[in-house]
């Protein structure tokens, strides 16, 4: 007995002396480099490369354009993709499939064609800019501050509304029902109960959006270099690829100022989340809550899906012409449409090896993140983990910083990551799947400790009090309770990973592609149908694969159901703690 | 004893060698692997390498495409850690092989088939050579302009004022060189830039968008790559290219070696292919100028001879590139 004890007691030491190691090779160790980079001059260390950018006014422009960017599209996904969460989650709406297929749209079309598209739309001699004008208003010119925050704002909307409709979901309605018996009404219940305990996923759907901007490059790129309007991604990327001794510190440099935004942002997220009370139920409700009148609700519904039409299928719809078009730039009239794009793409053997090996990586990647990002959310939550947090916030940095200052960083860490030892997968695809984990990852750990806090720890203390083992504990509640969640966030690494562009274009072995890579070989090349085409194919089987997860979630609804009738006459848990709704 | 002992290792030594060298003599000597970096076109690549193999089918090559910028990033990443994984680069310009070549990354190699190359796109030292010439022009929409221009010059005219599009030189290995150039040009200069900017000229990230934006008729006229433009022509866009009257500012899609290669002797034969008649006139079939001379360059594009060259020191347009890029983002903040 004591022998046995004292085994665990170890093991568990050594586990987690291996998790921190693990942690620190693979999260640390190249953000360190980084570090070291942007320290590193002609004899020895100094600051001389931080107090030459941070004088030159470009810089000082940079960051502000950065912040007003990240801050203002934080805003405005934020609003809207709560907004969404809000009325899709709860309010008797029809459609919601389709609403929620309509608002993820922006999510699963890669970002260079939506901006192409609006570019396309309030183009300058275009009908919509003319047809402003000869109404009296200001032409709309996407080539701004104003048009940068637009589209990027449209694009993170589906990363707010993803985390929030799973939080608001798994808001016990008992709670609901204890507020109005206590006299609160329907609007003052959902303010002071369902908001205030969603707060934490809007605060962190937000700090995932703002992460998600201020590295984001193809958008500022494409919106802000043709009006000189630099933010700190694409003057990385200006430093980057520049010669002479200092280029690679230079963009070290500028990283670890925009790291510096990105822990800033992390550390209001903390705030919110700190403030936020616990909250202690299992699975999701997708039970009708608010009741809207059917005028109202036909009002809502409408807008709404209205709204979601014009502005996510505008994308989708140029995308799918610009793919037929036989003659790039020559209109979309019937003579100049055709499949001959799709059908050279499909008959080209290179394309769909680069689709399986996008799908194998992603697929690895995401394999990863699930059982690293639930194992880091389990720590975090029940074990208060000094390594877990310090991988969450380093896995934020990762996520944050532009891909190709990552890029770069991993080449250098994973050449040789530890002093003689040369694993030999730079060079390989392996270090792909690495580079989408360490991006990716911070996704899976939001995602799963949402999971884990809707999850109470008495069920876990109860099954242990009954005799179950750790293993029992994880096979027979916390999976069957995660799973759903979990794999909803899985989702939101998969698809970013599949048709991940920056990192590919630099650390792809030879004699491999991916779609990412292919896309950017089309656009290069000129052939901007080819391009469209390519990536209507992937949208096509994202829409696949979504229409087919949702398929097997019926199907296993319906199963559950059936078991459900058949253990009808068990006793429930509680699935709240009697003093829940005090704190 | 020991004398037999050397007799027989002498024995089986001189056989093995006659039997190594009798089987190297039977089929092409040249057998292994090398690794090409680069950022041709994908089908250009395949095409080059289909024809290379035709040649010499007992050495394979692995392929890493991308941008140039992300390929020379790569490549000097790799430098830096000492584990360089390219035996052959084929890039844009040849400003970035100076820098290459400056932090001691190329092999010198003189190719017995450089001849008929011109001296003014061979490196003196012969660590890279230019395999073709993709020259800087004038494009415009045939719908849009009445009076096309004829020089660089008279994009500064009243008429393109909102109307003209060019690529980014900070964006750009290609653009940056064009910038170098033509700043250094008689007539034109950094006040042809400022014109630009007064005419209120959009600057892109790439040569694409710069097609995209005058087929469309979103801008009229613009400074792009000859090839793209005369592709786009022939396949029915409503564009035409220019050679503007100052002369054309020509990359070289370099090809050179690097120092770390393993396979020097393999690289070399890929390199010999490469500026030899054969590959010159399969770089002609893609579309593109050839480099040599007396290898026809295709339809619609002039011949290496025909083309007014505008050319500058490039250890000068080098050293000068990054204090230019600068000037210009100041210029078109």
């Known amino acids: 007995m004591h022998d046995s004890r004292f085994i665990r007691y170890y093991g568990n030491r050594i586990l987690q002396a291996f998790f921190c190691f693990a942690v620190f090779l693979v999260f640390l160790a190249p953000l360190l480099r980084l570090l070291l980079m942007s320290v590193t001059e002609d004899a020895g260390y100094g600051f001389s490369h931080y107090a030459r950018l941070l004088g030159e006014e470009r810089t000082r422009l940079a960051v502000r354009n950065t912040l007003i960017v990240g801050a203002s599209s934080t805003a405005f996904s934020m609003l809207f993709g709560a907004t969404f969460a809000f009325l899709v989650a709860y309010a008797n709406l029809k459609r919601r499939r389709l609403a929620e297929l309509l608002i993820l749209l922006p ?62 979901r798994r808001i016990p309605v008992d709670l609901e029902e204890a507020s109005m018996a206590a006299g609160y009404s329907r609007r003052q219940t959902m303010l ?56 690679f510190s230079d963009a070290a440099v500028l990283s670890v100022l925009l790291s510096l935004l990105a822990v800033g942002g992390t550390l209001l997220e903390g705030f919110f989340v700190r403030r936020s009370p616990g909250l202690e139920s299992t699975g999701e409700d997708a039970s009708i809550r608010i009741e809207l009148p059917r005028r109202t609700r036909a009002w809502v519904e ?28 020559l209109g979309y009239a019937a003579d100049n449409l055709t499949v001959a794009n799709f059908r050279d793409l499909l008959a080209n053997a290179g394309v769909l090896r680069a689709v399986r090996t996008s799908i194998l990586l992603a697929g690895a990647a995401c394999a990863v993140c699930i059982v690293v990002g639930t ?147 089309f656009q290069q090349a000129g052939d ?16 696949g694969a979504y229409g087919t997860a949702l398929l097997c979630k019926k199907f296993f609804e319906r199963q559950k159901e059936k078991k459900n009738d058949r253990t009808e006459a068990g006793a429930h848990i509680p699935l709240v703690r009697p003093d829940a709704g005090a704190r | 004893m020991n004398l037999r002992r050397i007799a027989v290792c002498a024995l089986v030594t001189m056989f093995l060698i006659s039997a190594f060298t009798a089987g190297a003599a039977e089929a092409d000597p040249l057998k292994g692997r090398i690794t090409l970096y680069t950022s041709q076109p994908d089908r250009d690549v395949t095409q080059l390498i289909a024809a290379f193999n035709e040649k010499h089918p007992g050495i394979g090559v692995d392929v890493f495409r991308s941008g140039t910028e992300e390929v020379v990033s790569k490549i000097r990443a790799e430098h830096r850690v000492r584990s360089v994984l390219a035996d052959v680069l084929l890039v844009a310009d040849s400003v970035s092989f100076e820098n290459l070549k400056e932090e001691g990354m190329l092999l010198a ?98 040569n694409g968008a710069i097609l995209t934006a005058v087929a469309a008729g979103e801008r009229s006229c613009g400074i792009i790559v000859d090839f793209m433009a005369v592709r786009a022509r022939e396949s029915g866009s409503p564009v035409e290219f220019v050679y503007p009257a100052e002369g054309s500012p020509a990359i070289t899609e370099p090809i050179g070696i690097l120092q770390t290669t393993r396979v020097p002797g393999l690289a070399k034969a890929f390199v010999d292919f490469v500026l030899s008649e054969e590959g010159q006139k399969l770089a002609a079939e893609m579309g593109y100028t050839p480099v040599k001379d007396g290898v026809e360059a295709p339809k619609g594009l002039k011949s290496v001879g025909e083309i007014k060259s505008m050319v500058y020191d490039i250890e000068v347009l080098k050293a000068a590139r990054e204090a230019e890029k600068a000037r210009f983002s100041a210029m078109f903040q």
């Open chain 1, 302 to 329: 409408w807008t709404m899906l209205g709204g979601l039409m014009t502005f996510n299928i505008v994308p989708l719809l140029f995308m799918f012409l610009s793919a037929m078009q036989k003659r790039y730039g």
């Open chain 1, 375 to 521: 194992a880091a959310a389990y720590l975090k939550i029940r074990k208060n983990n000094k390594a877990a947090k310090i991988l969450e916030k380093s896995a934020a940095l990762a996520y944050a910083i532009p891909g190709i200052v990552l890029a770069l960083a991993m080449i250098f860490h994973w050449v040789e990551p530890l002093p003689g030892v040369r694993p030999g997968i730079y060079g390989t695809m392996t270090i792909l799947a690495v580079a989408y984990v360490t991006r990716y990852l911070v996704l899976q750990i939001k995602g799963s400790v949402n999971a884990m806090l809707t999850v109470e720890p008495a069920l876990e203390e109860a099954a242990v009090a009954g005799g179950s083992g750790k293993i029992a504990v994880w096979v027979k509640i916390l999976l069957p309770l995660l799973a759903k969640p979990v794999l909803a966030s899985a989702f939101l690494v998969f698809i970013p990973a599949m048709t991940e562009l920056t990192l590919s274009s630099i650390l792809s072995a030879a004699g491999t592609k991916t779609i990412g890579l292919t896309v950017f070989s």
């Open chain 1, 528 to 543: 901007y149908s080819l391009a469209a085409a390519m990536s209507a194919v992937v949208v096509l089987l994202v829409l």
């Open chain 1, 107 to 168: 999510f699963i079309i890669p970002s260079y064609i939506i901006t192409l598209s609006w570019t396309g739309i309030f183009s300058e001699n275009g009908a919509v800019n003319g047809w402003l004008s000869s109404a009296g208003l200001a032409p709309v010119n996407l080539y701004s501050l104003g048009g940068i925050i637009f589209v990027h704002g449209m694009c993170t909307i589906p990363i707010v509304y993803m985390i929030v409709k799973a939080m608001l």
């Open chain 2, 109 to 206: 190699y003189e190719s017995p088939e450089v001849k008929g190359i011109p001296e003014e796109y061979l490196d003196k030292d012969r660590t890279y050579a230019g395999t073709k010439l993709i020259t800087t022009g004038i494009i415009y929409n045939t719908t849009k302009v009445a009076e096309p221009p004829e020089a660089f010059a008279d994009l500064a005219k009243e008429a393109f004022k909102n109307n003209l599009i060019m690529p980014s030189p900070l964006y750009s290995g290609a653009a940056a060189y064009n910038l170098g150039v033509m700043t250094r040009t008689e007539g034109l200069g950094w006040e042809f830039f400022e014109k630009l900017k007064e005419n209120n000229t959009r600057v892109e990230r790439g």
């Open chain 1, 192 to 247: 002071r109960i369902n908001l205030a305990l969603a707060a934490p996923a809007v605060a962190s759907g937000g700090i995932l959006s703002f992460l998600a901007t201020i590295d984001n490059f193809s958008i500022p790129a494409f919106l802000g270099i043709s009006s000189g309007i630099p933010v700190l991604s694409t003057y990385i990327y200006e430093k980057a690829i520049g010669f002479g001794p200092s280029s």
